[in-house]
């Protein structure tokens, strides 16, 4: 259990770091409770981030797949968009598990983000996302997303095999759970409304790459995902 905790209301921002110790996406969130071992906080749709994207200017899913994780990445500014999200991030577990709700605010299924966690620092949880993830819908059944993409990134060095079995392992886990309809897959939270009183969390300046400073003049805008 980690000695850093922090309180309902604060920002904190979670980040992806990659292997070679770069960061990459990082999301601002709005801690709702925290006990030093699990994190549960709120990401709304619209929320400014820090994305990225292919170094050659293309977004990720319009590359061949055999180009995604050879071709060097740039971060850039962004939105969270298309849904909102309560995350559940344990400081032990090789994955975040996210209840997505609709632009109305209505439950959708959860996202379960497969993950290397690499501790905390005062101001964000650190994780290396794990290209695999697994999808649970509302009736407890689930399957597996990105396999594809994960075998890629195992084929080029992006995760190493020793990494690859532990986060297959943590799916089949969490795939368990789901069957067994045991939390947090048993309608927990998933009536979930944010306190309307609290703004959406924004992003720390000192979190922003030196490109999407207000200094820079760049990164002004969001671009799409």
């Known amino acids: 259990m980690s000695d850093r905790r922090w309180r309902p209301g604060e920002t904190v921002v979670e980040r992806f770091h990659r292997p070679d110790g770069s960061i990459g996406q990082v999301h601002p969130l709005r801690v709702l409770e925290d006990d030093g071992r699990v994190l549960l906080a709120w990401l709304p749709a619209g929320t400014p981030i820090v994305g990225s994207r292919l170094a050659d200017g293309r977004l990720m899913r319009d590359a061949p797949l055999d180009q995604r994780f050879r071709i060097p990445r740039v971060p850039v500014a962004d939105s969270w968009h298309g849904a909102s999200t309560l995350r559940r991030i344990p400081e032990d ?13 209505r439950f959708k299924n959860w996202y379960v983000n497969l993950e290397i966690p690499l501790g905390r620092t005062a101001a964000a949880v650190d994780r290396i996302d794990g290209v695999l993830d697994v999808v649970v819908e509302r009736d407890g059944s689930w399957r597996w997303d990105d396999e594809d993409e994960a075998e890629a990134a195992l084929e080029v060095g992006r995760l190493t095999l020793e990494q690859f079995d532990r986060l297959r392992a943590e799916g089949e886990r969490i795939g368990a759970l789901a069957e067994r309809g045991a939390y947090p897959f048993d309608g927990t939270d998933t009536d979930f409304r944010p306190d309307p009183g609290w703004p959406a969390p924004e992003l720390p300046a000192q979190f922003l790459p030196v490109e999407l400073s207000p200094r820079s003049g760049e990164g002004s805008a969001p671009a799409r995902r």
Do not use: Q, Y
């Open 93 to 105: 577990e090789w994955s975040s598990v996210w209840w997505f709700f609709d632009l109305e605010g």
